[in-house]
C-alpha cells in the first residue's frame, strides 16, 4: 500500500520509521511519502494560512498551497486514491472503516492546522479521488498529525504481513463488536493475585465460553453503547 501524507510537520511522521510499521516500510509491504505543505508556497515565507472570511479567531489554512500538494500526490498515482483529511467534525473513524482502508492501494492524509482547511479544498479532493473526513473522536486536537498517526498504524497493521500472527488481529476488541476479554501470562500467582482458574484447566471449551461471557461483561460495563449497535 502507498500512504501520502501532507502536512506542515513533517518530521512528525520519522516515529513510523520504528516497530511493525517501519519493518512493513524496509519490506516493502507499506511505502510511507511524507510532504511538506509549506514546498508547496511561493512566497518567501512559505506562508499556508490566512485570516478568515467574516472574521473570527485563529487562522485558515489556504486553498493554494493544498491544490498544489493533492495535485503532486494524488493525481502521480496510477488509480485514483481515497483522500483522508482528520476533522473533529469528521465521521467517526473506527475499526470497520480501518479494514475497509486497509484494503485500499493508494491512501492520501492531509493534515489541518489552525482553525482547519479552507472548506473548497474537499471538494477540490473529490475530482482526485474519493473524500472521507475522519474524526479519531468526540475531542480538539491542535493539528490532524496525531489523528494520522493513529490511523496509519491502525489500517496498516490490518495489511497481511506487517502483523507476524494474523490470528491475533481476529480475536481483538472491535473486531467483532465487543470489547476483548481479559489477558494473563506467568506467574499464575502475583502479588496476592491470581489468574482465573479456568484458564489453567486446560479445557478449550470453557475457557472459549469464559472468554465469551467476559468480552460481554466488559462491553455491558465499559462502552453499553456497542451493545446497542
Ligand atoms: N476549528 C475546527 C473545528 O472546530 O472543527 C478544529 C480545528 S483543529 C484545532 C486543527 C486540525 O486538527 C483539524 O483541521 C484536524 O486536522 C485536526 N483535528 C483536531 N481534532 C481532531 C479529531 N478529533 N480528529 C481528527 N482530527 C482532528
Known amino acids: 500500500m502507498r500512504?501520502?501524507?501532507?502536512s506542515i510537520f513533517p518530521t512528525i511522521f520519522d516515529a513510523l520509521e520504528v516497530s511493525l510499521l517501519g519493518k512493513a516500510r524496509q519490506s516493502g509491504l507499506l511505502d510511507v511519502r511524507v510532504h511538506d505543505l509549506r514546498d508547496y508556497t511561493h512566497d518567501r515565507h512559505?506562508?499556508?494560512?490566512?485570516?478568515?472570511?467574516?472574521?473570527?479567531a485563529g487562522m485558515v489554512m489556504k486553498p493554494g498551497p493544498w491544490g498544489e500538494a493533492l495535485d503532486d500526490v494524488a493525481r502521480d498515482a496510477e488509480a485514483a486514491p481515497v483522500i483522508v483529511f482528520p476533522s473533529p467534525a469528521g465521521e467517526r473513524f473506527t475499526q470497520?472503516?480501518?479494514?475497509?482502508?486497509?484494503?485500499e492501494q493508494h491512501l492520501v492524509f492531509?493534515?489541518?492546522?489552525?482553525?482547519?482547511?479552507?472548506?473548497r479544498v474537499f471538494d477540490y479532493a473529490a475530482d482526485l479521488g474519493r473524500v472521507r473526513l475522519l474524526s479519531l473522536g468526540d475531542y480538539v486536537l491542535n493539528g490532524g498529525e496525531v489523528a494520522v498517526m493513529a490511523m496509519v498504524e491502525a489500517i496498516g497493521r490490518l495489511i497481511p504481513g506487517v502483523v507476524g500472527n494474523p490470528e491475533s488481529l481476529v480475536e481483538e476488541s472491535h473486531e467483532d463488536g465487543l470489547l476483548e476479554y481479559p489477558s494473563f501470562t506467568k506467574p499464575a500467582s502475583w502479588r496476592g493475585r491470581?489468574?482465573?482458574?479456568?484458564?489453567?484447566?486446560?479445557?478449550?471449551?470453557?475457557v472459549a465460553t469464559w472468554r465469551r461471557e467476559q468480552q460481554l461483561e466488559r462491553t455491558r460495563e465499559r462502552r453499553p453503547d456497542l451493545l446497542a449497535d
Open 110 to 119: 492531509g493534515c489541518g492546522r489552525y482553525e482547519g482547511i479552507d472548506e
Open 96 to 103: 470497520k472503516i480501518a479494514r475497509e482502508l486497509s484494503t
Open 194 to 206: 491470581e489468574v482465573p482458574p479456568v484458564l489453567l484447566s486446560g479445557n478449550h471449551g470453557a
Open 46 to 56: 512559505r506562508t499556508v494560512d490566512d485570516t478568515p472570511y467574516g472574521g473570527g
Open 3 to 6: 500512504i501520502d501524507v501532507v
